[in-house]
Nanobody, 126 residues
Framework: QVSLVESGGGLVQAGGSLRLSCAASGRTFSTSPMGWFRQAPGKEREFVAAINWAGGRTFYADAVKGRFTISRDNAKNTVTLQMNSVKPEDTAVYYC???????????????????WGQGTQVTVSS
């Protein structure tokens, strides 16, 4: 079992930066592939970024590639999403997700994840 709690959301101006954190509890975190997703009002949840269990492999949605960076610290049980050059279209609730089991791969579909946090709101003003 893995429990996830996101933090770091808030209001930021376009072009600014924000750093989201996901604190995980549970024995299996260090072997869990992790991901960040987001959901804007009236839209479906969409993939943002993913990282494999060791942190050596990452993948990003085209919309955030080059602006966002996902990383993890297995010693501290945290996953971070560094958001730079944010845009108004980045406004959404951001969710952290974890997948059961050990895998050297990353995963991009929401239905491939087993555990979810409660989400943190990110609002980008123009």
């Amino acid at each position: 079992q893995v429990s996830l709690v996101e933090s770091g959301g808030g209001l930021v101006q376009a072009g600014g930066s924000l750093r989201l954190s996901c604190a995980a509890s549970g024995r299996t975190f260090s072997t869990s592939p992790m991901g960040w997703f987001r959901q804007a009002p009236g839209k479906e949840r969409e993939f943002v970024a993913a990282i494999n269990w060791a942190g050596g492999r990452t993948f990003y949605a085209d919309a955030v590639k080059g602006r966002f960076t996902i990383s993890r610290d297995n010693a501290k049980n945290t996953v971070t999403l560094q958001m730079n050059s944010v845009k108004p279209e980045d406004t959404a609730v951001y969710y952290c997700a974890a997948r059961r089991g050990i895998s050297g791969n990353y995963f991009v579909s929401a239905n491939e994840y087993d555990y979810w946090g409660q989400g943190t709101q990110v609002t980008v003003s123009s």
